[in-house]
């Protein structure tokens, strides 16, 4: 299933979930041709596995313990 985007001059909330975390859900804020910004929402206990490609530099800011296998 394809993120919707934000539209141009939207203003996205990017506030920290809170207490509103258990329900929240990943979600795409922009998209161009050389770059793609989108808030992962990884629950607790999921195995995440990063990949590795030359056409991409992923940053990754987290809240929490991460581990990636």
Avoid: C, N, W, Y
Avoid at 25 to 53: D, Q, Y
């Amino acid at each position: 299933m394809a993120l919707k985007h934000a539209a141009p001059g939207q203003v996205v909330d990017l506030r920290s979930f809170g207490s509103r975390l258990a329900a929240a859900r990943t979600s795409a804020i922009v998209r161009m041709p050389s770059f793609e910004a989108v808030r992962l929402v990884v629950p607790a206990g999921t195995e995440f596995h990063r990949t590795r490609s030359p056409a991409r530099s992923p940053s990754i800011a987290s809240r929490g313990t991460p581990s990636s296998g």
